[in-house]
């Protein structure tokens, strides 16, 4: 347990110090103490450290551009021990991620690093037009879809899927994410989605809560 | 000079020489608005320099606030490289595919002619026709985007980070020709008449990268630029937090900062010393639903935290009022500034 914790702090500090080598150097270390268990080294030392990484850029004390690094070297990392087509990751629930119409796609990777170094399946949608969108989500078995978006009118669409969710009775849960719902905190709501997250990791949990994982 | 008949000009000036004027100056940073002021579609609107002059004209007619602001879209700026826009109905235009589609190509990228370029020359016709109805009278807001911020629309957010950490010559040699475009850029719209720059620069927000990556890069590139620019600059962060690097901005050279509703205002005035004002911070993105009571209260909120002793002026948080706030909400914000504004502040 102790060793575990204080693994996951030197590969957290490795990661805001953007220090590959360091931070592969912990993974392999805990790979061959946990006998190669990818999943165990995911949730014992990446998950923890990618969680403090999301609570400090949500606090104010790190940026952005850590956060990004972080999670490009974490993915780097697992898509070494966990390739994506790996059977293991295939059982898991199926996680969608698309930010609509919008063209900004940094949130959407750093989403995406995220959510595939915690092992989940993922299906990226891209910048996908509503209408295709909706018979993806009728066809491909989503659990949970992931929205990201920077632009305020690209958000207010949001309500568009949400709504034909609903209608059709799909049962898709979407979880909202992006600075116009950091700065307008009803704006979640107003679309029906059914949560908001203010960092990668929170909406990792929220869907995992959601899926009843 | 009896303070009441202070002009815009003469308001703001004496804010930004730190004295109180008639009023505390307000600029509503409106862009999309004058589209649905003259009937047409965004694209349109921004398709003929007339189009937006008339747009501002009218809109500071209806509203009374202190500045026109002949800004067009950011990825303006991106076209003259080459670049295209995407144009939305109800939302500020954006830059379509990056120009530059490997990171090796900056290697042999030469900046565009400002004078050249046939969407620059709009945005200069647009100044120059603002300076003829405004005379003396108006401040005229200019933009730039900085030079390290533009990037993430010439190569995309991700691509711009792996080389500002991983690959310095190159980002080196972006810096250098992006601030080349931006000096020339800049000067030319004050010489079309514009008072002074918005230079915007989220991307050295502390929202953005870590202070110490900023004093390394985009403090110096602000403090070359400010150097070499011949007028006011003011330093904007696009809603990023500011508090933490008051001290560099002011140090680069900035006469302004605009800060984030994420910031404490009375923290960001106190922190400016005297040595820049500040403008801010209303929430934009939220603004869309403010009742009547929720504007006029944030309104003078902001007033009694930063407005005694001159050296503000009241703004949205971001540099442009979003396309969805309504008529009703500007008319709003202009009347609380004219209640609760007046020198010397009620407390
Ligand atoms: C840097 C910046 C710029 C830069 C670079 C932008 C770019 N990427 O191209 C420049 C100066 C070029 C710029 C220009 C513009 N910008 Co700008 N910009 C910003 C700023 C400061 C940061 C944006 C950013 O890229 N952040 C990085 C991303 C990754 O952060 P994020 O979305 O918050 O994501 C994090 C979390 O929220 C979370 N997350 C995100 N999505 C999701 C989803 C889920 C499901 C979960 C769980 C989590 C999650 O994970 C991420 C990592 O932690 C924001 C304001 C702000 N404070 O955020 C404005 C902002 C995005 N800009 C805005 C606008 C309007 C523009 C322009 C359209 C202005 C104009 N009229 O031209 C242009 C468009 C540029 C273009 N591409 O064409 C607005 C958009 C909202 C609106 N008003 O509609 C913002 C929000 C400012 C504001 N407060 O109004 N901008």
């Avoid at chain 1, 006998?35 to 923890?48: K, Y």
């Avoid at chain 1, 600075?179 to 990792?204: C, N, Q, Y």
């Avoid at chain 2, 990171?103 to 120059?128: F, G, N, R, Y």
């Avoid at chain 2, 820049?276 to 935290?305: D, F, Q």
Wanted: aromatic share 8%.
């Amino acid at each position: 347990m102790e060793n575990d914790k204080r693994a996951s702090m030197d590969f957290e500090n490795a990661l805001i110090n953007v220090d590959r080598i360091a931070a592969e150097d912990v993974i392999k270390k805990a790979l061959h103490v946990g006998e190669g268990d990818v999943f165990r080294v995911i949730d014992t030392i990446i998950s923890p450290a990618l969680e403090s990484i999301g609570s400090k850029w949500e606090a104010g004390d790190i940026a952005l551009s850590q956060e990004y690094m972080a999670s490009k070297i974490t993915e780097e990392l697992t898509n070494k021990m966990l390739p994506i087509e790996s059977p293991q990751r295939s059982s898991r629930p199926s996680i969608g991620i698309t930010t609509l119409k919008d063209q900004h796609m940094l949130g959407k990777q750093i989403l995406k690093a995220l959510i595939s170094s915690n092992g989940f399946n993922l299906i990226d949608y891209g910048c996908m037009a509503i209408e295709n969108i909706k018979e993806k989500l009728k066809t491909d078995n989503i659990e949970v879809l992931f929205v990201s978006t920077l632009m305020l009118n690209q958000a207010l669409t949001v309500k568009e899927i949400t709504e034909f969710i609903e209608q059709e009775k799909i049962g898709t849960k979407v979880i909202v994410g992006g600075a116009p719902f950091l700065f307008d905190e009803g704006l979640w709501k107003e679309v029906k989605a059914s949560a908001m997250a203010r960092t990668a990791v929170e909406g990792i949990h929220i869907s995992q809560r959601l899926m009843g994982e | 000079m009896i303070k009441d008949e202070m002009t815009s000009m003469e308001r703001v000036l004496t804010a930004l020489g730190q004295e109180e004027p008639d009023r505390v100056p307000y600029f509503l940073l409106l862009t999309m608005h004058g589209a649905k002021e003259l009937g047409m579609s965004i694209k349109e609107y921004f398709s003929r320099p007339e189009n937006v002059v008339e747009g501002q004209i009218r809109m500071r007619e209806k509203y009374g606030h202190d500045c026109y602001y002949p800004f067009y879209y950011a990825s303006l700026e991106t076209e003259a490289w080459g670049g295209s826009t995407i144009f939305y109905e109800d939302g500020p235009a954006n830059a379509g595919a990056p120009v530059i589609k490997k990171i090796e190509d900056i290697e042999s990228l030469e900046a565009p002619d400002v004078w050249d370029s046939p969407q620059l020359l709009k945005v200069l016709k647009s100044t120059e026709m603002l300076k003829d109805h405004a005379g003396e009278d108006v401040p005229i807001i200019g933009v730039a985007m900085s030079p390290f911020s533009v990037p993430p629309m010439q190569l995309g957010f991700d691509k711009y980070f792996d080389i500002m950490y991983e690959d310095r010559e190159l980002f080196d040699k972006l810096m250098e020709v992006n601030t080349d475009f931006c000096i020339e850029w800049s000067n030319a719209q004050l010489e079309a008449g514009a008072t002074a720059i918005c230079y915007f620069d989220p991307v050295s927000s502390p929202t953005l990268i870590p202070r110490e990556l900023y004093r390394e890069t985009g403090y110096k590139i602000q403090k070359k630029v400010t150097s070499q620019l011949n007028g006011p600059v003011a330093v904007h962060l696009a809603s990023g937090r500011a508090l933490p690097i008051i001290d560099d901005i002011a140090d680069a050279g900035a006469s302004v900062v605009c800060t984030s509703v994420i910031d404490d205002l009375t923290e960001v005035k106190t922190a400016c010393k005297g040595r820049m004002s500040v403008l801010g911070n209303l929430n934009g993105i939220e603004m869309r639903n403010w009742t009547a009571e929720t504007t006029a209260n944030t309104v003078r909120e902001a007033i009694e935290k930063a407005a005694e002793g001159g050296g503000y002026i009241l703004s949205d948080n971001h540099g442009e009022i979003p396309y969805q706030v309504p008529h009703e909400v500007l008319m709003g914000i202009s009347d609380a500034v004219r209640k609760y504004g007046q020198y010397p502040i009620d407390r």
